[in-house]
Nanobody, 124 residues
Framework: QVQLVESGGGLVQAGGSLRLSCAAS????????MGWFRQAPGKEREFVSA????????NYADFAKGRFTISKDNAENTVTLQMNSLKPEDTAVYYC?????????????????WGQGTQVTVSS
C-alpha cells in the first residue's frame, strides 16, 4: 500500500505559478497510475491531470491544458504538477491519487489511494 503526501500549495497572485509535489512512500510509484484532483468549497472533486505508470500517457482536464504539466520521477518517488498562469478559479484543495490499474484516469473511482491535499489560493 502506498502513502501519499502533497506539498507546494500556497497563496499566489493571478498569473503566477506553483509547483505541487506528491511524495509517495511504502511502494514505488512506478507501479501506479497517478492523478491530481482538486476540490473547491461547495463543489465536487474534479479531475486535473493524470499520468500512467510508465509515464507514456498523460491526461489533462480542458482547463489545465496549456497551463499545467504533470511529471513523474520514479527515482525520487514523486509526482509533480507544475501550474502556470494561475487564475482565481484555480483556488482549491489539490489532491494526489494513485491507481492500482496503472492508467491515466479521469474518474476518481479508478484511484485507490489518496493524499490529504494541499491548499492552493490564487488572488485576483
Amino acid at each position: 500500500q502506498v502513502q501519499l503526501v502533497e506539498s507546494g500549495g500556497g497563496l499566489v497572485q493571478a498569473g503566477g505559478s506553483l509547483r505541487l509535489s506528491c511524495a509517495a512512500s511504502g511502494r514505488t510509484i512506478s507501479d501506479y497510475g497517478m492523478g491530481w484532483f482538486r476540490q473547491a468549497p461547495g463543489k465536487e472533486r474534479e479531475f486535473v491531470s493524470a499520468i500512467s505508470w510508465s509515464a507514456s500517457s498523460t491526461n489533462y482536464a480542458d482547463f489545465a491544458k496549456g497551463r499545467f504539466t504533470i511529471s513523474k520521477d520514479n527515482a525520487e518517488n514523486t509526482v509533480t504538477l507544475q501550474m502556470n498562469s494561475l487564475k482565481p478559479e484555480d483556488t482549491a484543495v489539490y489532491y494526489c491519487a494513485a491507481s492500482d490499474f496503472g492508467g491515466s484516469y479521469q474518474l476518481p473511482g479508478r484511484y485507490h489511494y489518496w493524499g490529504q491535499g494541499t491548499q492552493v489560493t490564487v488572488s485576483s
